[in-house]
């Protein structure tokens, strides 16, 4: 095993280091039984605060655009919250609040190496990149990010809702 592999397996042992992903979709989140790339492990080995915050951000937009989905807030409701208007939603409200806190730089590299290394389609791949680049584009404008990303979906229509 590679020393940043072991390093990265004793911070998740010990309970330290919850590396991001997007809400459990496509595999990064290891403490939820799925698998990290080997980007992931990189960026976690050498930035656990940052991916530990990051992963934060993704719940939280996770379960805010959940909850919109139930009160039929977000077109679609649920069956909207993968490959639909909930998830582009939630990519772009995660990837505006990264920005925020990270700089546009550190989002986009956490977004690439979840999107880069994840089994989900072309298409999807694709279409999350482009949501999340929308995020980052967000991240300068006033509000809150889930408030920006809804409208982004309604209003503008700049956000892509199928591979």
């Given at each position: 095993m590679c020393p940043s592999c072991e390093a990265v397996e004793f911070l998740k042992q010990e309970?330290?280091?919850?590396?991001?992903?997007?809400?459990g979709t496509a595999g990064l989140l290891a403490l939820r039984g799925s698998t990290l790339t080997g980007a992931d492990i990189g960026f976690a080995t050498r930035h656990p605060l940052t991916a530990m915050r990051a992963n934060s951000i993704v719940d939280q937009a996770a379960a805010t655009v959940r909850q919109l989905?139930?009160?039929?807030?977000?077109p679609g409701g649920v069956r909207g919250l993968h490959n639909g208007p909930g998830d582009a939603v939630r990519h772009a409200a995660a990837s505006c609040q990264m920005t925020r806190e990270f700089g546009e730089a550190r989002a986009k590299e956490i977004g690439d190496n979840h999107e880069e290394g994840s089994s989900n389609s072309e298409g999807e791949q694709a279409m999350d990149q482009h949501n999340n680049a929308v995020g980052r584009g967000l991240a300068g404008q006033r509000g809150s990010c889930m408030d920006n990303a809804v409208s982004a979906l309604q209003t503008s229509g700049t956000l892509r809702i199928s591979p």
């Open positions: 309970g330290v280091v919850r590396p991001y992903g997007y809400g989905a139930e009160q039929r807030a977000i």
